[in-house]
């Protein structure tokens, strides 16, 4: 007689880079996301001495976009995260290009243009 195993029931799905759950919604992702971009965020920042080029931070961090047409936030809390991960290293860039830091408040609809990126 053959053995057979039972097949355990998975609580999530990871299909081309992006995970949804049973429900199929895109919270796991999301927040795997924001995990991850922080992550980058601090390996760009401690590593940036070794980079001259702005273009170089913005390939390391585009990771943030992939997929986003699909698994586009809908939950505020989730939008505010990402966004502030995302302002954080436009600043970042900003202080890297001119030498100096922007203030509170500074739009980031201008930030992102400067830098050719897309809000997510």
Known sequence: MSKC????????????????????SFVPHITQLISSAAKIYGFVIRN?????????????FNTMEYGSMI????????????EAIQRRFLKFLVWREDKVYLQRGVNRNELLSRFSLISL
């Open 5 to 24: 195993n039972v097949l355990s029931r998975s609580d999530g799905v990871r299909d081309l880079g992006v995970v949804f759950d049973k429900k199929l």
């Open 48 to 60: 940036g001495k070794y980079f001259n080029n702005s273009s170089t931070y913005i390939g390391l």
């Open 71 to 82: 698994w586009q936030p809908i939950y505020t809390c989730h939008q505010r995260h990402l």
